[in-house]
Nanobody, 131 residues
Framework: QVHLVESGGGLVQTGGSLRLSCVAS????????SGWFRQTPEKNREFVAG????????YYRSSVKGRFTISRDNAKNTLYLQMSSLNPEDTAVYYCASDTRGRTRDNPYLAIRLESRYDIWGQGTQVTVSS
């Protein structure tokens, strides 16, 4: 009953910035944590960033730490991914996801990084970074 819709992707030059948004809608919406994943033809879907439900903790894959910032506005039911200093290796389809079952709560440093712990997924938004 909860749907996630991503937006904000597009084409940018190396070194540029984009902000992705993920809006939740439906009859009800609750979750323990949310995250961003990305996927390319060369790689399996990989974890990008995660955030707890109250924004008290954030997690990032090493390659984006210091360049990407995950945040959420619960009043707007919206998750964000601010991406800066983009490079061609960041080109991918980006997906937002939420955990409505609490599966990311145990050992969150690990669990929030696991695709299988999320039950609600968006449709994806394409990010392309040109050289």
């Amino acid at each position: 009953q909860v749907h996630l819709v991503e937006s904000g992707g597009g084409l940018v030059q190396t070194g540029g910035s984009l902000r992705l948004s993920c809006v939740a809608s439906g009859r009800s919406f609750s979750y323990i944590a949310s995250g961003w994943f990305r996927q390319t033809p060369e790689k399996n879907r990989e974890f990008v960033a995660g955030i707890t439900s109250n924004s008290d903790s954030t997690y990032y894959r090493s390659s984006v730490k210091g360049r990407f910032t995950i945040s959420r506005d619960n009043a707007k039911n919206t998750l964000y991914l601010q991406m800066s200093s983009l490079n061609p290796e960041d080109t991918a389809v980006y997906y937002c996801a939420s955990d409505t079952r609490g599966r990311t709560r145990d050992n969150p440093y690990l669990a929030i990084r696991l695709e299988s712990r999320y039950d609600i997924w968006g449709q994806g938004t394409q990010v392309t970074v040109s050289s």
